[in-house]
C-alpha cells in the first residue's frame, strides 16, 4: 500500500520555475517506480516524466524534454519534479504516480501505474 501527497504547485510567470514534490507514505519507496502526470482542462491526461525505482534512468515526453528534471530522494520518500522554463501549456493538474516493479525500468502509461496522489494544481501566467 502507498499514499502519495503532491505539493508545491501554484502560480508563476511564463519562463519561471517551480519544483513539485511527492511525498510516499510506503516503506518500500525503493521498489517503485515514479511518474509525474498532467491534465489540462478539456484535456486528456497526459504522461510528463518517469524515474525508475533506483533513481539511474529517467524518461520525459517531449514536451517537457530539457525544461523538467525528475528525481528522487530515497531517505525522505519523495519524487520531484523540477520545472525551468515554464509556458502557459504547461499549465494542468500536475498527479504523481507510483508502480511496484520488480526491476530498474520506467513508464510512460497511466494504466501502468496502482497509486497515485489526488493531484496539485500548476499555473502559468504569460
Known amino acids: 500500500q502507498v499514499q502519495l501527497a503532491e505539493s508545491g504547485g501554484g502560480l508563476v510567470q511564463a519562463g519561471g520555475s517551480l519544483r513539485l514534490s511527492c511525498a510516499a507514505s510506503?516503506?518500500?519507496?525503493?521498489?517503485?517506480?515514479m511518474g509525474w502526470f498532467r491534465q489540462a482542462p478539456g484535456k486528456e491526461r497526459e504522461f510528463v516524466a518517469t524515474?525508475?525505482?533506483?533513481?539511474?534512468?529517467?524518461y520525459y515526453a517531449d514536451s517537457v524534454k530539457g525544461r523538467f528534471t525528475i528525481s528522487r530522494d530515497s531517505a525522505k520518500n519523495t519524487v520531484f519534479l523540477q520545472m525551468n522554463s515554464l509556458n502557459p501549456e504547461d499549465t494542468a493538474v500536475y498527479y504523481c504516480?507510483?508502480?511496484?516493479?520488480?526491476?530498474?525500468?520506467?513508464?510512460?502509461?497511466?494504466?501502468?501505474?496502482?497509486?497515485w496522489g489526488q493531484g496539485t494544481q500548476v499555473t502559468v501566467s504569460s
Open positions: 504516480a507510483a508502480s511496484w516493479v520488480a526491476s530498474s525500468v520506467v513508464l510512460t502509461t497511466a494504466g501502468g501505474y496502482r497509486y
Open positions: 510506503g516503506r518500500t519507496f525503493s521498489t517503485y517506480c
Open positions: 524515474i525508475s525505482r533506483d533513481g539511474g534512468m529517467t
